[in-house]
């Protein structure tokens, strides 16, 4: 597609469950990247995908959460046992990789949590 | 390590007057530095970034920003503000791996 498309927009999940969140990336971007926007929080880093290189997974905040890429292309982030405090906007963004690029980000999955 | 540090999480300007978003960067390394737009609903939109390249650098919408080294700065500006500008700034540093993110400056644009 033209642009980077996340789904669903909206989530609201009871407290326990778990949830997947996908991402479809612009096509020929090697670089995909997660993060998570809480109120007044700004941007926080979740993980970043880079070819099929291992990937960098160091802004997960608990073993809850888990990303994958398949086949270079759509990525899936799964929070398992869902708790309040990871209700935010989920936001993925693809580049061609590199620092200069700058990236294109997805509208967002905004997950509520009850 | 990286980090961003955005002065003021709120701005209010009138239209037409001068808009002044502030942005300050600490990096151990010669920065690579963005800033980004995100109006209500939606993701994020790149305005401008600096690559080492020319200090003034000038983007879309009429924004610019000036890379300050001694001052270790990136503030955006625009001399004159629209209604449409009303919306939330994240100023970002390249981290090594992944942009590192300020905490946002929502601006408000009154009539």
């Known amino acids: 597609g033209a642009g980077v498309s996340q789904s669903p927009s909206n989530k609201v999940t009871e407290k326990g469950k778990d949830v997947e969140l996908r991402c479809d990336p612009i096509?020929?971007?090697?670089?995909l990247y997660w993060y998570r926007q809480s109120l007044g929080q700004g941007l926080e880093f979740l993980i970043y995908?880079?070819?099929?290189?291992?990937?960098?997974k160091s802004g997960l905040p608990s073993d809850r959460f888990s990303a994958e890429r398949t086949g270079g292309s759509v990525s899936t982030l799964t929070i398992q046992r869902t708790q309040q405090e990871d209700s935010a906007v989920y936001l993925c963004?693809?580049?061609?990789?590199?620092?200069?690029?700058?990236?294109?980000f997805g509208s967002g999955t905004r997950l509520t949590v009850v | 390590a990286q980090s961003v540090t955005q002065l003021g999480s709120h701005v209010s300007v009138s239209e037409g007057a001068l808009v002044l978003l502030r942005c300050n960067y600490s990096s151990s390394v010669p920065p690579y530095l963005f800033w980004y737009v995100q109006y209500p609903n939606q993701g994020l939109q790149l305005l401008l970034k600096y690559t080492s390249a020319a200090t003034l650098v000038k983007g879309i919408n009429g924004f610019e920003a000036e890379f300050k080294k001694s001052e270790t700065s990136f503030h955006l500006t625009k001399p004159s503000a629209h209604m449409s500008d009303a919306a939330e700034y994240f100023c970002?540093?390249?981290?090594?791996?992944?942009?590192?993110f300020g905490k946002g400056t929502t601006l408000s644009v009154s009539s």
């Open positions: 970002a540093v390249w981290g090594g791996t992944a942009l590192i």
């Open positions: 963004a693809s580049s061609f990789g590199g620092r200069e690029g700058g990236y294109t």
């Open positions: 096509s020929g971007h090697t670089a």
């Open positions: 995908f880079q070819g099929n290189s291992a990937p960098d």
